[in-house]
């Protein structure tokens, strides 16, 4: 996809992201916009999957999993977009009966989802089963991760960080989106996680490093050379330093709108700086 | 009355070592996934003849749940084995999201349940597992009883499709089921006959009930002995017969009476036919070192224990 059509992608899946988190007053904008350009890149342009034809196996697919759950609104828009289901469903986030549950769940049925994510740590895991899934099925497809930079502070991802590379998981590309903040406060106040490369690379994985994440040729960029590292014998990590709050003036340098819903002035701000490029659904 | 007899005890973990390894040769989607305990498990049979679907993944139990719950994503039946209490308790939320809210077709196979694991103390007696397990949506809960039980229920839970907790345990004991009983998911087994009292029994206990029914029929008390290897989903229906024709129940099984066997007998029969019963369980304790038949024996956990429970229960009619 032309890099004018993935940012188009991007501006309108960041005016679902608000306008879905505004219209229920909870969800998780910051973190979701701080992952657009990733995640619309990895599904438009970088994945090989068939959104029409959702299956839980996802043989001889791409996989995504998402790991830091929080993000639904990014997940969901995405999924949407890319047409798993249809963008009026958009409009039942978080209300009763609804598919799009607060956070990602397999339970409704939801195309595109296949693990629940919420509780966090979870995700690089199941990631490894499925990975080691494909090899048994000579499967040479690749799976992908989404994790928070905070969310490294669960013991469960190292245990999995450490097994991947024993085990010579190397159809297997994790992103860490460092945005350097959780919900008390940055991940430095919180706590500080020192060098996360040299952790990850300690463990034995291959690191790429992307100092702009929101930048969607970096991201593109950064795919492609995760790419050509897998099947090396090697797990493969891409720290993705990001600005949580990304697309949004007033959300951006702060870890205050992690979890915070905008209100209506909030709203019509933020839209005014992302223009209707698809269609609101 | 029925008699049954013991045709060589047996470890219950040997059973699912077996039944495991029959599995594999079987079904090429069955992957068993261990944290560091194959010997223990009895997994090393799966192991050496399957050493591409067998996955060690170390000392990390919850790593192990999410690969486990991953590897469904493809197809595999996965079968985790590791002691009853890393089974459970330590990785819940993990069996809890991964597994059970997601729906996943995963076996979680858990040896040295209860008091009989022995010398090793509380830290590895779980005794709250059953409870833990039957309180997630969907789960079912096995405690098969014997060597040949435990074979057969391994077998039978890979045709099933949804997460499922096996649980079995360290020490031999009777081998008195047949070799060839296909295991049936929620089905009770009636193994004696009786008017007075109805004991159901699960897991190691239900040996010990059927020695009690001997000791009970010499002392002229009828006892109808239900083996309930499936907590859940829960043969409501053979309980609510049996509980009909005596109209009294004891209930017996190697774990917290808060949470177990008992409760979930107790909550069907309040519901559709309250009649006395008595719990044979531990009573809300941590257990501690000694020999397995020590601790049956101190915790009330025994065919004695059975027959006091089963006289008990009588005069409360």
């Known amino acids: 996809m032309s890099q004018q059509d993935l940012q188009a992608v991007v501006s309108q899946v960041r005016r679902d992201i608000v306008r879905m988190v505004h219209a229920v007053n909870s969800g998780h904008p910051g973190g979701s916009l701080g992952c657009v350009e990733f995640l619309t890149t990895l599904y438009f342009d970088h994945m090989k999957h068939d959104p029409k034809a959702f299956t839980m196996d996802g043989k001889g697919e791409d ?101 991947a590379a024993a085990k010579k998981i190397d159809n297997l590309i994790s992103t860490v989106d460092v945005n350097a903040k959780q919900i008390d406060g940055s991940t430095d106040e919180v706590l500080a996680m020192g060098s996360i490369q040299a952790k990850f690379e300690a463990f034995g994985w291959h690191v790429i490093s992307v100092a702009k994440g929101n930048d969607l040729s970096a991201v593109k960029h950064a795919l492609v050379e995760a790419t050509a590292a897998s099947g090396n014998g090697q797990p493969v990590c891409i720290l ?27 709203l019509a701000d933020a839209l005014s700086q992302n223009p209707e490029t698809l269609g609101d659904y | 009355m029925k008699k049954y007899t013991d045709s060589g005890s047996k470890d219950t973990r040997s059973g699912f070592g077996a039944g495991l390894q029959e599995l594999g040769q079987q079904n090429e989607n069955v992957v068993a996934l261990c944290a560091d305990l194959t010997g223990s498990l009895k997994m090393n049979a799966f192991a050496d003849e399957n050493p591409d679907r067998f996955f060690q993944v170390g000392i ?76 997630l949506p969907h789960m079912v809960v096995i405690n098969p009883c014997d060597y040949n039980q435990t074979k057969a229920a391994t077998i039978a839970i890979a045709d099933y499709d949804g997460p499922v907790y096996l649980r079995f345990g360290r020490p031999k004991v009777a081998n008195f089921t047949s070799a060839d009983a296909k295991f049936e998911i929620g089905k009770a087994d009636v193994l004696t006959d009786g008017t007075d009292v109805t004991i159901i029994a699960t897991g190691h206990l239900v040996w010990e009930a059927l020695q009690a029914a001997e000791a009970l029929e010499a002392a002229g008390v009828s006892a109808e002995v239900i083996g309930m290897a499936t907590i859940k989903p829960l043969d409501e229906k053979a309980i609510l017969a049996s509980a009909s024709k005596t109209g009294c129940v004891v209930t017996a099984e190697e774990h917290n009476r808060f949470g177990g066997l008992g409760e979930s007998v107790a909550q069907t029969l309040v519901t559709n036919h309250p009649v006395p019963q008595e719990f044979v369980a531990v009573n809300d304790s941590f257990g501690e070192s000694g020999t397995p038949a020590q601790l049956m024996e101190k915790y009330g956990l025994n065919a004695e224990a059975i027959v006091a429970a089963a006289q008990k229960v009588i005069s409360r009619k």
């Open chain 1, 63 to 163: 996989l995504f999993f998402l790991s830091n759950g929080h993000i639904s609104p990014v997940m969901y828009s995405i999924l949407a977009r890319a047409g798993y289901f249809e963008v009026s469903e958009m409009a039942t986030f978080r209300k009763l009966n609804t598919r799009l549950q607060g956070h990602p769940t397999t339970h409704e049925g939801l195309e595109g989802i296949r693990i629940a994510s919420g509780s966090l740590g979870q995700g690089m895991s199941v990631a490894i089963g499925a990975a080691e899934a494909k090899k048994l099925n000579d499967d040479d497809r690749l799976v992908y991760t989404l994790h928070g930079d905070g969310e490294l502070q669960e013991g469960q991802v190292w245990e999995a960080a450490m097994y």
């Open chain 1, 240 to 266: 993705l330093h990001t600005e949580m709050g990304n697309g949004v003036d007033f959300m951006m340098g702060t870890h205050k709108w992690h979890g915070v819903a905008p209100n209506d002035d909030q």
């Open chain 2, 60 to 135: 990390a139990e919850a790593n192990m749940m999410g690969i486990a719950a991953g590897l469904t994503i493809g197809g595999k039946i996965p079968f985790t084995g590791t002691f009853a209490n890393f089974s459970t308790g330590r990785v819940y939320d993990q069996i809890r999201q991964s597994i059970a809210y997601s729906g996943k077709n995963v076996k979680i196979c858990a040896s040295h349940a209860g008091l009989t694991l022995g010398e090793d103390g509380a830290t590895h007696q779980i005794l709250e597992d059953i409870g833990l397990m039957k309180m």
